[in-house]
């Protein structure tokens, strides 16, 4: 039944008026719904909604992957727009220059505007 059904992610936000200019400004995502109650963005077919909530930004963990065929180019235009990726050292994964990489994908990690964790990873051909 849900196999047939698209998905949308939905990240929580301490200020929706600056979430909003980060993911159109940095992020570069297509605004498609704008109201209090339910901003939407457009990112490959799949919808990213937004809500403003006090606890936005708390998650310790990934709230979105990007599937990206150059990660190498992505990161370098995210960092030609202020972002700064995460550096990680645990077990299981481990970031160098902000880039974890395994037998089947190459991945890095950064924050929103709001502190929420938001990837990028391409998977190995």
Do not use: Q
Request: with cysteine.
């Amino acid at each position: 039944m849900l196999a047939e059904s698209p998905i949308a992610t939905i990240i929580p936000v301490k200020d929706l008026d600056r979430a909003k200019r980060y993911y159109t400004e940095v992020l570069g995502l297509t605004m498609t719904r704008e109201s209090p109650e339910d901003t939407r963005f457009e990112s490959g077919g799949t919808t990213i909604g937004l809500y403003e909530t006090p606890s936005g930004g708390e998650a310790a963990h990934t709230l979105a992957s990007w599937k990206v065929d150059n990660l190498d180019a992505e990161m370098k235009e995210l960092r030609s727009k202020g972002v700064t990726f995460e550096e990680y050292d645990l077990p299981g994964i481990k970031t160098v220059d902000g880039v974890a990489e395994s037998e089947t994908l190459r991945g890095a990690w950064f924050k929103d505007c709001e502190g929420n964790i938001l990837c990028v990873v391409e998977d190995r051909k």
